[in-house]
């Protein structure tokens, strides 16, 4: 009974929302959460109307509890994603939104919001030379014109000749608007791999570091956890 008057009660706050009554909306949404204190998307619902109040503190407290109750709602984290870029923790912005794409990749803001930080509008167009360094501003980005997208193939394998970790990875890479690009296949190589392996569907940044035509990284980024995953300088083989 409670479970059917919570639904109710959220759906009539969501037409209300709809039609931009937004003071019925939230009461409607607070009935909802006292027949249901559970209802993830009630506490969503709030979390919409504080932001488009502009009360972005309002709106990120209700969206965290949002995800207290729902840890996969992708609106809530791409909308935390957005405070954290408006308030200047592109870090932060870009964490949230690769988890969003983790959850659904065909997420075209998150997407684009991700791409955009990560290259900056002043990014020179012209090849740089591989493995070259930039600081950028706030650290978007690790390496400049590392490659980022979306891993769509992981093989962890050893050459027992040699002894040799090899990180196989498939990416699909897409541009500073969202858009795709082309499919990578990148090599991680060495005596040794400090860090973890990415899961299909994350979405990292490689080094762009060429070697014999392919692409041979010694490092890269996960958005998703925000975790690097290297081959450490003592550990790199002269094959590299």
Avoid at 126 to 132: C, D, S, V
Avoid at 190 to 215: C, F, M, Q, S, V
Wanted: hydrophobic content about 35%; proline content about 5%.
């Amino acid at each position: 009974m409670a479970g059917k008057k919570a639904q109710d009660f959220l759906a009539l706050a969501q037409e209300h929302y709809r039609e931009g009554h937004l003071a019925d909306s939230e009461s409607a949404y607070r009935q909802a959460i006292k027949a249901d204190d559970q209802l993830a998307e009630a506490f969503y619902g709030l979390g919409l109307i504080r932001h488009s109040m502009r009360d972005y503190s309002g709106a990120q407290e209700l969206f965290h509890e949002c995800l207290h109750r729902n840890p996969s709602h992708e609106h809530c984290l791409y909308y935390l994603g957005s405070i954290a870029e408006q308030d200047g923790h592109p870090v932060t912005a870009t964490g949230l939104y690769g988890k969003v794409l983790s959850l659904n990749p065909e997420h075209k803001s998150a997407r684009a919001r991700l791409t955009q930080l990560l290259i900056p509008p002043d990014r020179v167009e012209t090849p740089a030379l591989p493995g070259a360094r930039v600081d950028l501003p706030n650290g978007e980005r690790e390496w400049r014109d590392s490659i980022v997208g979306r891993v769509t193939g992981f093989k962890h394998r050893t050459e027992d000749s040699l002894q040799i970790q090899v990180f196989d990875i498939r990416l699909q890479a897409y541009d500073d608007n969202g858009r795709e690009t082309r499919e990578y296949a990148a090599m991680m190589r060495g005596r040794k791999i400090a860090g973890t392996a990415p899961n299909i569907g994350d979405w990292i940044e490689i080094e762009p570091r060429y070697k014999g035509g392919g692409l041979q990284p010694y490092k890269m980024r996960n958005l998703v956890t925000g975790g690097v995953t290297r081959v450490p300088l003592g550990w790199r083989t002269h094959f590299n």
